[in-house]
Antibody
Framework: QVQLQESGPGLVKPSQTLSLTCTVS??????????WSWIRQPAGKGLEWIGR???????NYNPSLKSRVTISVDTSKNQFSLKLSSVTAADTAVYYC??????????????????WGQGTLVTVSS | QSVLTQPPSASGTPGQRVTISCSGS????????VYWYQQLPGTAPKLLIY???QRPSGVPDRFSGSKSGTSASLAISGLRSEDEADYYC????????????FGGGTKLTVL
């Protein structure tokens, strides 16, 4: 069964770029019609969708973060990555990667996340 | 401020039935599917309900989802202590070029 694992620095200085990688195991990142997504959660708060990438390289970003976010994929390594630039303390959160099952039918658009990585805490502080 | 609105808290005693509501708009719940995620303390969210009312394998049938218009709800029957968790609803929103939106989460306490 597919498993996801986030990795990257746990501490980033303000104004710098946050970089995280999600490694997919138990299956190929290129198989199936999935989007690979990033979601974050500040301590004690709710979930915020950051964006997603298809293995073709097609991306969608949350409009509130779009100017600072880049998501990329490396199919040879079975990984996808997140870069968030010009970070501030407001970007401190647990960052999750997840696989998204996505499509459209007569009842609307579907986009559910399963499975999720365990999450990694990124703190923005000098 | 979350796009989808959930009550911040809910509670019940073991064996009771509890419902959690999720309110949205025509651009999200009103036109797309709803999902529910369960987040146990200190863990990552887990898919609980997909496509409004479908349960992934392994999710007990005590959990059920429904949708009507621009609102959805999650019902938990036969409440158990291990159901104490945060619950989030989610849906795709067609505005602003499309984005996934979440509710603010509901903390369920089993008394």
């Amino acid at each position: 069964q597919v498993q996801l694992q986030e990795s990257g620095p746990g501490l980033v200085k303000p104004s710098q770029t946050l970089s995280l990688t999600c490694t997919v195991s138990g299956g190929s990142i290129s198989s199936g019609s999935y989007y690979w997504s990033w979601i974050r959660q500040p301590a004690g708060k709710g979930l915020e969708w950051i964006g997603r990438i298809y293995t073709s390289g097609s991306t969608n970003y949350n409009p509130s973060l779009k100017s600072r976010v880049t998501i990329s994929v490396d199919t040879s390594k079975n990984q996808f990555s997140l870069k968030l630039s010009s970070v501030t303390a407001a970007d401190t959160a647990v960052y999750y990667c997840a696989r998204a099952v996505t499509g459209y039918d007569s009842s609307g658009y579907y986009n559910w996340f399963d499975p999720w990585g365990q999450g990694t805490l990124v703190t923005v502080s000098s | 401020q979350s796009v989808l609105t959930q009550p911040p808290s809910a509670s019940g005693t073991p064996g009771q039935r509890v419902t959690i509501s999720c309110s949205g708009s025509s651009s999200n719940i009103g036109s797309n599917y709803v999902y529910w995620y369960q987040q146990l303390p200190g863990t990552a969210p887990k898919l609980l309900i997909y496509r409004n009312n479908q349960r992934p394998s392994g999710v007990p049938d005590r959990f059920s989802g429904s949708k009507s218009g621009t609102s959805a709800s999650l019902a938990i029957s036969g409440l158990r202590s291990e159901d104490e968790a945060d619950y989030y609803c989610a849906a795709w929103d067609d505005s602003l070029s499309g984005r996934e939106v979440f509710g603010g989460g509901t903390k369920l306490t089993v008394l």
